[in-house]
């Protein structure tokens, strides 16, 4: 007689839905018999710009030592990111993709009887790890599709552990000042740690965002979340860090699986780094991309949530999964987020000039109004 493995498992775990990741080029061309060099993805905030050639040459030059483990310690890279961020390497944990520190905080601080603060029509992640390790989620109210900070420190109690905070936010873009962060980081209380998650932080202008590691120094209970997936184009790799004060990176670190960034990750990111010219470049393609796909979707008669990330939520006034699924037979591939409170929205990343064309073609055509 079997067991019933689902009713054995953890109170928090029975619950959860598995996450749903943007559907794959290769998934759709099966599903619909449609040419996989006629699909287009816009679903997963990647980089459309392809990798750059000091990244493709590291990688070249690790392959020869496939047969080793990688450095478990990621000497390297944590000292780049030491020099590049200015800190100290003890003040660095390596994750496999940032997701990976996100599970690790939440393995490290939560618990049952213990809570984690987020906002509503925040990344999906934070009340994933939240529940899984069966904490409680405390969910603040978003404000204008942000964050609203005040009401999330109103929800800070003697439980709480961890706050999760995205600059800018996913899915909505939405993003927050230098002096709305300060604030906050001011009255929240010293045993609470902050993860300020900035996986889209590279392709901020001007001082529009905060940059979370000008606040490091004053509080040592803030940590600092970021990736390589993004503005680095690396996604396919999984690499991300974090930066905080050494003793949480002492006791992540104790959490941590070792090897959990493997060498090829390691090889690339650190080339990443050195190739600033390729992160300046992917900054301002987005930014053309971003005001081409505004423009369209303008002509289109379409609003949307300002957005400082490489994505734009549009606005369709209308349940959005029906036009997602037409979106697939047109073979554009964009990510439907009801799952986030949001069902009247799409998520659209910024693609090339040729994708976003291609998507506002179809989606007009889809909406009848082309």
């Known amino acids: 007689m079997s067991g019933d493995f689902l009713a054995l498992a953890q109170p928090g775990v029975q619950k959860l839905s598995p996450y749903v990741p943007g559907k794959p080029v290769d998934e759709l061309a099966r599903e619909l018999g449609i040419d996989p060099a006629r699909i287009i993805k816009l679903a997963s905030n990647e980089n459309p710009s392809g990798p750059g050639p000091n990244v493709l040459k590291a990688l070249n030059d690790a392959l020869a030592e496939l047969t080793r483990y990688p450095d478990g310690n990621g000497f390297e890279l944590k000292q780049r990111l030491s020099q590049a961020c200015g800190v100290n390497a003890e003040q660095v944990t390596l994750g496999n993709g940032s997701n990976d520190i996100l599970e690790i905080v939440a393995r490290a601080y939560l618990a049952p009887g213990l809570n984690a603060v987020f906002s509503e029509h925040a990344f999906a992640i934070y009340p994933i790890v939240t529940q899984a390790v069966g904490a409680r989620a405390h969910v603040a109210k978003a404000r204008n599709w942000g964050h609203d900070l005040p009401a999330m420190l109103a929800l ?199 994708e976003n064309k291609r998507f506002l073609e179809a989606l007009s055509k889809v909406l009848g109004r082309g």
Request: glycine share 8%; hydrophobic share 45%; net charge negative.
């Open 156 to 354: 800070i109690d003697s439980h709480t552990r961890v706050v999760f905070i995205a600059n800018p936010n996913n899915p909505t873009g939405t993003w927050f000042g230098a002096d709305a962060l300060a604030d906050f980081l001011a009255q929240v209380p010293k045993n609470v740690l902050v993860v300020l998650d900035e996986a889209y932080i590279e392709y901020a202008e001007g001082t529009d965002l905060p940059d979370g590691l000008d606040f490091l120094n004053d509080y040592p209970n803030l940590l600092v979340s970021r990736t390589f997936s993004k503005a680095y184009g690396l996604a396919s790799l999984r690499v991300g860090y974090a930066l905080s004060s050494p003793v949480v990176a002492d006791v992540l670190n104790r959490v941590r699986q070792p090897f959990n960034v493997n060498s090829l990750a390691l090889a690339a990111a650190c080339a990443a780094l050195d190739d600033t010219d390729y992160v300046a470049q992917s900054r301002r393609s987005n930014a053309s991309g971003m005001q081409q796909m505004e423009a369209g979707l303008r002509r289109i008669g379409l609003g949307w949530i300002p957005s400082r990330a490489n994505f734009i939520a549009v606005d369709l006034g209308q349940e959005a999964a029906p036009v997602y699924e037409a979106l697939l037979r047109e073979g554009v591939i964009v990510r439907p987020v009801g799952g986030y409170g949001m069902p009247n929205h799409l998520r659209v990343s910024i693609g090339l000039p040729a």
